[in-house]
């Protein structure tokens, strides 16, 4: 499976961006998918998880409120809608997909990457 992430992009605090990862070469609909990021310095971090049916949802505790998951198998996309962004939400973000329900909030636990979309919030 290939990811290619897109929609990063320079914000200001409070404001909103829309993140899409689109897949191809696999089966979309079999993927849990992901969404971690990493900031300058720092490891990467998970940020927000969908099922692979789109069923349910889970996210860090960071992003809860403020960041919605959400996916359209029929056109092999996942979102990531940000909102209420804050200068600590800078990071390049990457898209995952995986086969295996566990570990969903690691990064062993998936499969596949994005190459990662950057995204800057500035105060």
């Known amino acids: 499976v290939q990811l290619q992430a897109s929609g990063g992009g320079s914000v200001q605090a409070g404001g909103s961006l829309r993140l899409s990862c689109a897949a191809s070469?696999?089966?979309?609909?079999?993927?849990?998918m992901g969404w971690f990021r990493q900031a300058p310095g720092k490891e990467r971090e998970f940020v927000v998880r969908i099922s692979y049916s789109g069923g349910s949802t889970y996210c860090a505790d960071s992003v809860k409120g403020r960041f919605t998951i959400s996916r359209d198998n029929a056109k092999n996309t996942v979102f990531l809608q940000m909102n209420s962004l804050k200068p600590e939400d800078t990071a390049v973000y990457y898209c995952?997909?995986?086969?295996?329900?566990?570990?969903?909030?690691?990064?062993?636990?998936?499969?596949?990457w994005g190459q990662g979309t950057l995204v800057t919030v500035s105060s």
């Open positions: 070469g696999g089966t979309f609909s079999r993927y849990n």
């Open positions: 995952a997909a995986a086969i295996a329900r566990t570990l969903i909030t690691k990064r062993a636990g998936y499969d596949y």
